[in-house]
């Protein structure tokens, strides 16, 4: 630990410990040997990282993120061997399902876009979902599997990143505000609201929805809204659900989602985003959505109708303009990176950011195209 005025010397400084930090600070150490120092205002995925639906998920996502989604499910079929800790990853699949006969031609089209990108999807009509899965109302007219897909448990996997990225040499800050980061000659220096100070030949900017403060500073100024998931957990039922399941819809409110975890409980999301505040580090679950999470899980599952709910919470996202993250090196300044804006879409992708930054930190280029997501698109 470092006392006001000392000042730690690495070679990377992350400013963020959810999950994208935490990932980059572990392949960092693990995979390239460069000292690394992570600071987090609070604990390593207490923000938007621990708090989401857990989805690993590849199809419903911008084809433009497929390099990255499928290196990110690689990375989750080896998690339990590279942290040395259970995630609770499960490669259960990932199904989403439609009201409509346009949606379902939607779901189709999907299918054969993203078959050359390496994702191999499977169209289900409703006679055979029925006789697969046996819960869906019949309004559901088609379903589109992802296979390999799952998910993992959000509170588990940013910490579990965060204590292996400690014990493999990375030095964890946690309770660590930053101030401000300044350049000094070579070097980002950043300060600590206690006085501490922070040296590093290049910085890493993956804070969240807050990161839009640290790159305006460095004259990159990025539109970036607070915005809070509305999140629930039923009581336990009989298990019979092994995939996540969410609806495919234009509607807003018809956009649920929900996965069944082993202890029996339904974990769900979706519809309309409640309010967040990242300037006072709050955000808030709207009664009237939940009531409508509720009556779309009935008209979805309608073995539902009498489940009782458990516990809601939300926290806060940061979303971009144009929904697309902020993933690259900055477009002004030399060895300043950027991973932020990932549109509640994040913890899918997480581990595939984290070894795609730090490969592009310790070498200066990615093998995964990431150039659509520069910040550069927001200057222009």
């Known amino acids: 630990m470092i006392s006001a005025g000392q000042v730690e010397r690495s070679d990377v400084l992350i400013i963020g410990g959810g999950l994208m930090g935490a990932t980059t600070a572990f392949f960092l150490r693990h995979q390239h040997k460069l000292s690394v120092t992570l600071l987090e205002r609070g604990q390593i995925g207490r923000q938007a990282s621990g708090v989401n639906f857990g989805n690993v998920r590849r199809q419903g996502r911008d084809l433009a993120q497929m390099p990255l989604a499928n290196r990110a499910r690689a990375v989750w079929g080896r998690v339990r061997d590279l942290l040395g800790e259970d995630v609770e990853f499960r490669p259960y699949g990932h199904l989403r399902v439609c009201y409509t006969e346009t949606q379902a031609a939607i779901l189709e089209q999907h299918v054969r876009d993203v078959g050359p990108l390496g994702l191999e999807l499977q169209m289900f009509s409703p006679q055979a979902l029925r006789q697969r899965w046996g819960i869906f109302s019949s309004e559901v007219v088609a379903g589109s599997l992802s296979p390999l897909d799952g998910h993992a448990n959000p509170r588990l996997a940013g910490p579990a990143f965060g204590r292996a990225a400690r014990r493999a040499g990375a030095a964890i800050h946690e309770h660590t505000e930053v101030s401000h980061v300044e350049r000094d000659g070579a070097d980002f220096l950043a300060h600590s609201i206690d006085g501490r100070r922070f040296r590093a030949g290049q910085l890493l900017v993956t804070?969240?929805?807050?990161?839009?403060?640290?790159?305006?500073?460095?004259?990159?100024?990025?539109?970036?809204?607070?915005?809070?998931?509305?999140?629930?957990?039923?009581?336990?039922?009989?298990?019979?659900?092994?995939?996540?399941?969410?609806?495919?819809?234009?509607?807003?409110?018809?956009?649920?989602?929900?996965?069944?975890?082993?202890?029996?409980?339904?974990?769900?999301?979706?519809?309309?985003?409640?309010?967040?505040?990242?300037?006072?580090?709050?955000?808030?679950?709207?009664?009237?959505?939940?009531?409508?999470?509720?009556?779309?899980?009935?008209?979805?599952?309608?073995?539902?109708?009498?489940?009782?709910?458990?516990?809601?919470?939300?926290?806060?996202?940061?979303?971009?303009?144009?929904?697309?993250?902020?993933?690259?090196?900055?477009?002004?300044?030399?060895?300043?990176?950027?991973?932020?804006?990932?549109?509640?879409?994040?913890?899918?992708?997480?581990?595939?950011?984290?070894?795609?930054?730090?490969?592009?930190?310790?070498?200066?280029?990615?093998?995964?195209?990431?150039?659509?997501?520069?910040?550069a698109r927001f200057a222009r």
């Open 207 to 375: 804070s969240g929805a807050w990161s839009g403060h640290f790159a305006a500073a460095f004259g990159e100024p990025v539109p970036l809204d607070a915005r809070g998931p509305q999140m629930g957990v039923t009581e336990p039922l009989p298990y019979a659900i092994g995939p996540s399941i969410g609806v495919s819809t234009p509607v807003e409110v018809e956009g649920l989602y929900f996965r069944q975890i082993a202890r029996g409980n339904i974990v769900f999301g979706g519809g309309l985003k409640g309010s967040a505040f990242a300037e006072l580090q709050r955000a808030y679950v709207r009664p009237d959505n939940v009531l409508r999470q509720m009556r779309e899980l009935r008209r979805f599952v309608p073995a539902f109708a009498q489940v009782q709910l458990l516990r809601v919470w939300s926290g806060i996202e940061g979303y971009t303009a144009d929904w697309a993250p902020v993933m690259g090196p900055s477009a002004r300044v030399a060895g300043l990176h950027y991973a932020f804006g990932f549109n509640g879409e994040g913890f899918a992708i997480s581990p595939g950011v984290g070894e795609v930054m730090a490969e592009l930190l310790a070498t200066g280029q990615t093998s995964t195209p990431i150039e659509a997501f520069s910040i």
